[in-house]
C-alpha cells in the first residue's frame, strides 16, 4: 500500500485494493444498527491501514465518506477526523450520529456519544446536549462514561451532575481515614463512584459480551453479584471502562460529610468548582461511622440484624441508608472488593499498595448480609485472597477518576 500511496490521485478502491493484496479482509457486515442503512463496514484493521494515507485519498465522493466515516465509528477509531471530512463533503453525519445514539449496540451508542464531545468549537455540541445527559441512565457503563466525559468538557461547573443515575460524585478534598489512634487525613483527587453493588444483570452482560454465558440467579437480577474473585471484579471494571476504588475512595464515599449532601450545599459546591483559583485541598467535614450517621440502624442495611440470610436488590435500602454522597449499600449487603492490596496505616497510594499487578491479600469493604455491626462499619477493612470466590459474600463496585 505504501508505494501505491504515492501515485497521484490515488482512489479509496486503489486503497481497499492494496490493503486486501496485504492479506487483510476488507468487510464486515454493519451489525451495530448504525444510521448507515445497508452499508457494510470497513473491518477495522483494513480501516487503521487506509487512515494511514489519508492524506493520499483526496477526491472521495460522499458514498464513500460516508462508509469511511460509519466504519470508524464502529470501530471507535479516529472518528473525529472522519466526522470532519465526511461533514465537509457533504454526508449528514449529524443524523447518522444522532440516530446512532439510539442502536442496540452499546459500542456504537458510546462511540456516537465521543464523536459528539470532539466537535469543535464547543458550541456545535450544544444541540445535543439533552441526548448526552439522557445517556448517563444508560445501563451501560461505557455509555455512561463517554457521556460524562463530554458533559465534563461542556459543563466544568459540573451542574449536569445532579442528573447521574448510576454514579455519584465526590469531589476533590482532603478527609479523615481510620479510626481512634489509626486516623489520618488523607487527600484525594475528585472521583465517581457507583451508587450501586454490581448487580447480576450487570455482570451477565460483560460476560455475554465476552462470549460466554453467566447464568444469573433467577429472580435477582437486581441483586448484587457475588461469588467473584478480586481478579474477576478488576477484569470486570476494566471491560467497563472504569476501575475498582481504592479503599480510600471507598472509605470517603462511604462516611464523609463535607456539608455539600443539601441542596444549598451543592450549590455551593458548584460556585466554587467554578472558581479556579478556589484552594479546594482542605475541604473540612465530618466522619461518620455509618454512612447515614453515628448509631447503628438495622432498618437502613442488611447484615445479619435484618435476618434475611440473603442479599437484596441494591437500592432497597436507598435513601435512608444512603451516604452524605448518595452511594447506596456501603454498608451490608455484600462485601465489596477494593483496588487496594492489605497494608499498615497510614495510606500512601504510591507505597506500592495501588499496584495491581501484585501479588497479596486485597482490601475488602462493607460487610454483608451475615455480618454484625461490630464490622459492619464504614472505617473497618478486612484482608482477603484475590483468588477467593465461590463466597456468597463478595462482591464489588467500581467507578472513575474525575476529569474536572
Known amino acids: 500500500m505504501e508505494n501505491s500511496a504515492e501515485t497521484p490521485g490515488y482512489t479509496l ?16 457486515e454493519d451489525g451495530l444498527t448504525l444510521g448507515c442503512e445497508g452499508t457494510l463496514l470497513i473491518r ?29 465509528l464502529a470501530a471507535g477509531y479516529e472518528m473525529g477526523y472522519w466526522f470532519e471530512r465526511a461533514r465537509w463533503g457533504g454526508v449528514d453525519v449529524e443524523r447518522i450520529v444522532l440516530e446512532t445514539v439510539h442502536s442496540a449496540s452499546f459500542r456504537a451508542r458510546a462511540a456516537a456519544i465521543a464523536v459528539l464531545g470532539q466537535l469543535e468549537p464547543v458550541e456545535e455540541v450544544e444541540p445535543f446536549v439533552e441526548r448526552i445527559i439522557e445517556a448517563l441512565a444508560d445501563e451501560y457503563p461505557q455509555v455512561r462514561l463517554a457521556a460524562i466525559r463530554v458533559l465534563e468538557r461542556l459543563r466544568p461547573g459540573g451542574e449536569w451532575r445532579e442528573h447521574l443515575v448510576h454514579e455519584c460524585y465526590v469531589p476533590a478534598g482532603r478527609f479523615i481515614m481510620g479510626e481512634e489512634n489509626k486516623a489520618h487525613t488523607v487527600y484525594l483527587d475528585a472521583f465517581y463512584v457507583g451508587k450501586y453493588q454490581v448487580t447480576n444483570a450487570d455482570y451477565q452482560r460483560y460476560i455475554e459480551d465476552l462470549g460466554y454465558t453467566f447464568d444469573a440467579p433467577e429472580g435477582k437480577a437486581d441483586h448484587p453479584v457475588v461469588g467473584i474473585s478480586w481478579y474477576d471484579a478488576r ?20 462516611s464523609w460529610d463535607d456539608g455539600m449532601e443539601t441542596e444549598g450545599g451543592r450549590r455551593f459546591r458548584r460556585l466554587v468548582d467554578r472558581l479556579a483559583s478556589a484552594d479546594t485541598t482542605g475541604s473540612s467535614g465530618r466522619k461518620r461511622t455509618y454512612p447515614w450517621g453515628d448509631e447503628f440502624d438495622g ?16 437500592g432497597k435500602y436507598s435513601p435512608q441508608g444512603d451516604s452524605p ?3 447506596a449499600d456501603m454498608v451490608g449487603n455484600v462485601w465489596e472488593w477494593t483496588s487496594s492490596l492489605y ?3 497510614p495510606y500512601r497510594a504510591d507505597d506500592g499498595r495501588e499496584d ?8 475488602v469493604r462493607g460487610g454483608s448480609f451475615f455480618s454484625y455491626a461490630g464490622v ?12 477467593g470466590r465461590r463466597s456468597w459474600f463478595w462482591g464489588c463496585r467500581v467507578g472513575l477518576t474525575a476529569s474536572s
Open 13 to 28: 478502491d486503489q486503497a481497499l485494493t492494496d490493503v486486501q493484496r496485504g492479506g487483510c479482509a476488507l468487510f464486515r
Open 44 to 72: 477495522p484493521e483494513a480501516l487503521v491501514l487506509i487512515h494511514d494515507h489519508r492524506e493520499q485519498l483526496r477526491q472521495l465522493s460522499a458514498e464513500e465518506l460516508k462508509l469511511l466515516f460509519c466504519s470508524a
Open 343 to 345: 497494608k499498615k496505616y
Open 325 to 327: 454522597y448518595g452511594c
Open 299 to 314: 432498618t437502613r442495611c442488611n447484615t445479619i440484624r435484618a435476618g434475611l440470610g440473603d442479599t437484596t436488590p441494591v
Open 356 to 363: 495491581l499487578s501484585a501479588p497479596g491479600p486485597r482490601v
Open 235 to 254: 477484569d470486570y471494571a476494566e471491560w467497563a471502562g472504569m476501575r475498582l476504588l481504592t479503599e480510600a475512595e471507598w472509605e470517603k464515599a462511604a
Open 376 to 387: 459492619a462499619y464504614c472505617a473497618y477493612r478486612l484482608r482477603y485472597s484475590p483468588y
